[in-house]
């Protein structure tokens, strides 16, 4: 089967660090993604990863292990406004499809 | 450059009608995906559609649901005869290939509610 686990929901304070993990178990792996989504909003893309390692951008890091089937996103100086659901997706081999966990939210609070 | 559009974003219907939910992509754009999202739930893929093709759709339900993306015109899911259980939001994203390493931008969705 298809599964994909991440924390229901987590907490931060503004200004500090937060790491929300993803594991993940697919038939077989061909990239996996971070998109962030706002309460009514459309999902926006955060990051892409599809070999072993780290993808900076900005305040903003994606980890990967494939050898674990882990993923992580790093959110350093945390902003409220990154206060959000945080959906990591896995596109399996051979299909077309992107194959979503149930999201992570994210409350940071002052 | 517009974004994906996709409307109506707020739908009501009674139980048995049908529900007709359109999508246009980015310009330039000729591959579309279907989700479903129920509160507080991830996405759930649906439909993958080129123009004039279904690629895959291991993901919509057997009955009463359909999707299509003439050659001209926006990508269409139609849920005919609505229940209660199909109130969620569908989302519609696009990408100008397929989701290799392609991120893919996603609509507002349009959020059905079903009396």
């Known amino acids: 089967g298809q599964n994909i686990d991440q924390p229901t929901e987590m907490t931060a304070t503004e200004g500090a660090i937060v790491q929300i993990n993803c594991t993940y178990q697919t038939s077989g792996f061909n990239g996996l993604f971070w998109y962030q989504q706002h309460a009514g909003e459309a999902p926006t893309f955060l990051s892409y990863n599809v070999l072993d390692g780290l993808e900076e951008k900005g305040r903003f890091s994606s980890f990967l292990s494939r050898s674990k089937g882990y993923s992580y996103l790093l959110l350093k100086e945390l902003q409220m406004k990154d206060s959000a659901s945080y959906l990591c997706?896995?596109?399996?081999?051979?299909?077309?499809?992107?194959?979503f966990g149930a999201g992570t939210r994210l409350f940071v609070k002052a | 450059n517009a974004g994906v559009m996709q409307n109506p974003r707020h739908l009501v219907r009674r139980r048995g009608q049908e529900a007709r939910l359109r999508c246009s992509p980015m310009k330039g754009h000729s591959h579309v995906y279907w989700y479903r999202q129920l509160p507080e739930e991830g996405l759930k893929f649906m439909v993958y559609l080129q123009k004039e093709n279904i690629i895959d759709e291991s993901g919509m339900p057997k009955e009463r649901f359909s999707a299509e993306f003439p050659k001209e015109g926006p990508s269409i899911l139609r849920i005919q005869q609505v229940v209660r259980g199909d109130s969620a939001a569908y989302f519609c994203?696009?990408?100008?290939?397929?989701?290799?390493?392609?991120?893919?931008?996603f609509g507002q969705g349009t959020r059905l509610t079903v009396v």
């Open positions: 997706a896995v596109k399996s081999a051979g299909g077309f499809k992107t194959i």
């Open positions: 994203a696009s990408s100008p290939r397929e989701q290799g390493n392609t991120e893919a931008f």
